[in-house]
């Protein structure tokens, strides 16, 4: 929000500079002169936003409708578990979903909501939804690749603002284009707004600059290094471990409502982008099987090549994963099988022949196991650097260094300076 309080201000002053220099202002959009950030008012970010609310009860509701069976039992948090991480926008996003989720399956108020528990574990210590904030070695990682990728991005932002400065006729910099482009997203996806800084933008440039977002996520949340999902193992052994359990309820046939039918998780797209690397999503199976081998994959392709590596598909507002244990008790080679959902559509898995139904024994041997020959302390751990070995100097030594600095052999000293 604060950025866009400086873009207004930066917007205000190539008007001003281009009237000054007596400058046609012709070309520039009518918006574009006085234009306020629509947040200017707010002092807190951060919250879930009613459009996000609105997705997530929505989701809550088409669940239980395509899962009927699964959720006809009474409501209890340790048959339905569901966890949030302890950051505000993500436990509200739980909330939203539960009560979509439990609508009309309780007492409360006219629309019978019914109350229900959202557990979240410490930040500082949750390895399994906030892995991301706990992993010493990929914060380290991120840190020194952040002005790599910025890099990267360079030519592209320096060519669409040569771009734009001669369209509109005003001085655009580098730092105005990347923050006008902010600004798109957000006008699109928030405000529903698309003719405004959105138009500033031709579709081979937004094209590029998609391209641009992707390439960030790409290498710093996603398949561009393997710390980016091996810290996740936490999550995927947590998985696999919910449907063994469900598994052994069911084989020994324990009692309706005894046992956990759904395990709900609600985090971020730090969360939501390596698990979904994890499970070998949006490859062939070519890059499926170097990421086996631990090789690392290329960048995804500047347009115009297409590529499957997408920002707004792999991880969009209220993206999701959801993996479905299945019981097939007429099928004679395998009883039960995960299908894989994302964003609530089947998606193929490479590492299951491309099919997004998998027999489970398969789906733990083929893309599970894997990954969790990796331990989080081991992947994640910092070692601390050796001590520098530093020969044992005497005080009267150390005290005649500090008297008389050390110089280089071709410093000379007159006895009136010493």
């Known amino acids: 929000m604060r950025e866009l309080d400086k873009l207004a201000s930066h917007l205000e002053e190539l008007i001003k500079d281009a009237e000054e220099q007596k400058m046609s202002l012709e070309k520039v959009p009518l918006w574009l002169r006085g234009w306020k950030s629509p947040w ?48 505000p926008r993500a436990s509200a996003s739980a909330v939203a979903f539960g009560i979509g989720f439990l609508s009309e399956k309780g007492t409360l108020g006219p629309a019978r909501h019914r109350a229900f528990a959202v557990t979240s574990e410490s930040r500082a210590s949750d390895i399994i939804l906030r892995f991301h904030d706990c992993c010493g070695k990929y914060k ?52 529903d707004i698309t003719d405004q800084a959105c138009d500033l933008f031709s579709p081979s440039e937004v094209a590029l600059l998609e391209w641009t977002d992707d390439l960030e996520m790409f290498i710093l949340k996603g398949y561009g290094n393997s710390i980016n999902y091996r810290m996740g193992v936490p999550l995927l052994a947590d998985v696999v471990q ?18 956990e039918k759904a395990r709900l998780r609600f985090a971020h797209a730090e969360t939501v982008v390596p698990f979904t690397c994890l499970l070998g999503l949006f490859l062939d199976d070519s890059e499926f099987q170097k990421i086996q081998r631990e090789e690392s994959l290329e960048p995804p392709p500047k347009p115009p090549q297409s590529r499957n590596w997408r920002g707004s598909n792999v991880a969009p507002f209220a993206g999701n994963n959801m993996l479905v244990l299945h019981s097939c008790p007429s099928n004679s080679a395998s009883k039960y099988f995960v299908q894989v959902l994302h964003n609530e559509h089947p998606i193929p898995m490479a590492g299951c022949n491309g099919s997004d139904f ?40 150390r005290l005649f260094r500090w008297l008389f600095p050390m110089q280089n052999d071709d410093t000379q000293h007159t006895k009136d300076e010493l």
């Open 40 to 87: 200017r008012a707010k002092l807190k970010g951060g919250e879930l936003i009613t459009k996000g609310e609105e997705e997530m009860y929505n989701l809550g509701i088409r669940i239980r409708e395509r899962f009927p069976e699964l959720f006809e039992e009474e409501y209890h948090p340790d048959v339905y578990p569901i966890k949030a991480t302890q950051v």
């Open 140 to 191: 380290a990682f991120r840190k020194s690749q952040e002005p790599a990728v910025d890099k990267l991005k360079e030519s592209v932002l320096d060519e669409i603002t040569s771009a734009l400065t001669s369209r509109y006729g005003l001085n655009f910099t580098r730092k105005n284009v990347a923050m006008l482009w902010f600004l798109c997203k957000q006008e699109a996806s928030v405000l």
């Open 242 to 259: 919910s449907m063994e359990q469900a598994i052994k309820a069911k084989e020994e046939k324990h009692a309706p409502g005894s046992y």
């Open 358 to 397: 998998c027999p489970f024994e398969e789906f733990k041997e083929k893309i599970v196991a894997p990954h969790l020959k990796h331990d989080y302390n081991s992947v994640c751990t910092v070692q601390p650097e050796e001590p520098e070995h530093k020969p044992a100097t005497s005080k009267l030594s």
